[in-house]
């Protein structure tokens, strides 16, 4: 140990520059650690919005980051001739031998420059889908939803995803700049069933559980317009009609909170489960087999006897 410790002495002995360098790169990076706790701290007693804390946190640790660099490398690096020569040839040999990592880096700052999603927004990347919990220089973070789990609901995994991931992939936000999206329902009722009838029910029935949203969802649009060329004309629930193999088919669509889905689609199924029990001419319709007498059920003119 003594050993060591002489040759160390030594060689600060001998290269009083590279001495200065290490005390001036020391003394920085603590200065900028303590000024990061010390703006942490405030931060805390100052604000109480625990999303807005973490959001300031990570900006101050990005830009105390930046300034170290900056700093050091020119102290360092000042033999080069300027920083500029220095960040140049840094950056070179970076980009050839760490290609993902870099491209890493150029994503993470796509995501903070212009923030395709934040913390807190519902977004699909690829095949993953879930709440973005964090984002960092390497990769962000979602809390999954879905999957094995039926509807938009957490599967309580943590899914790390690097951030060149957003270059590559499909990219979707359920919550950013238009908090609402388009959902639908299909509910089918016999052939025998008076469906006029079950269509005005569905209508009604929508109507009631979704009228706040029509609201909201209008001021919504209106925002995202300002910087997207978004158009839709109607906003109210609709219900439209098809027909089926098991019988005639009366989807609801409508405007949904993206988190409050399957809550809204379990009230809306409630009410009609409720008001369909009501009506012996309405049934639901589902796979069967059955034997059709054309000349006794059908229509006059079509049975085989009017032919």
Known sequence: MQDFTD???DFIASSPSIAVQLVETVAIILILWVIRIIAVRVLQRNVEDKKAIYKWRKN???IAFFIGVLIIGQIWFLALGSLGTFLGL???GIAIALKDPVTDIAAWMFLIWRKPFDIGDR???GNSKGDVIDIRVFKFTILEIGNWVDADQSTGRVIHIPNHKVFTEDLANYTSDFEFIWNEMGVLVTFESDWKKAKKI???VVEENMHEFV???REEVKKAEKSYLIQYRYLTPIVYTSVKDSGINLSIRYLSDPRRRRGVSQAIWESILD???EHD???FAYPTIRYYDNPTEGKPGTTSSGN
């Open 215 to 217: 609201e909201q969802a």
């Open 60 to 62: 101050i640790t990005y």
């Open 281 to 283: 001419d309405i049934d």
């Open 202 to 204: 569905l209508e009604e």
């Open 90 to 92: 840094l950056s070179a």
């Open 275 to 277: 008001r369909f029990d």
């Open 123 to 125: 977004i699909q990347v």
């Open 7 to 9: 040759q160390i002495a």
